[in-house]
């Protein structure tokens, strides 16, 4: 089994900085692609970014391009999204995702462990 905990929401003024970071544990042996997903009310999962095993290529979701930077330290199992220029409009539950076989996928349903969740909220 795998196990993510995701942390380091909290409230932020707009234009602030927040850094989000996700845990793995459990058969994390196996390479794992790393993703973020956002969740706001009453809209659809949406695509951040996402992160291959060895952490050297990456993609954003046009939410994310310019302003949103993931990274890994898999000799913590640890995934960051490192969030700058924050907007209101990205106040949403975040979400860390794994994907077996440490490449990258973009879509909710190609993700196979999900963490928590955790909020960010972004005041005007």
């Known amino acids: 089994q795998v196990q993510l905990v995701d942390s380091g929401g909290g409230l932020v003024q707009a234009g602030g900085s927040l850094r989000l970071s996700c845990t793995a544990s459990?058969?994390?042996?196996?390479?794992?692609?790393m993703g973020w997903f956002r969740q706001a009310p009453g809209k659809e999962r949406e695509f951040v970014a996402a992160i291959t095993w060895s952490g050297y290529t990456t993609n954003y979701g046009d939410v994310a391009k310019g302003r949103f930077t993931i990274s890994r330290e898999n000799a913590k199992n640890t995934v960051y999204l490192q969030m700058n220029s924050l907007k209101p409009e990205d106040t949403a539950v975040y979400y860390c995702?794994?994907?077996?076989?440490?490449?990258?996928?973009?879509?909710?349903?190609?993700?196979?462990?999900w963490g928590q969740g955790t909020q960010v909220a972004v005041s005007s």
């Open positions: 459990g058969r994390t042996f196996s390479p794992l692609g």
């Open positions: 995702a794994a994907r077996r076989g440490g490449t990258i996928a973009t879509l909710s349903n190609d993700f196979d462990y």
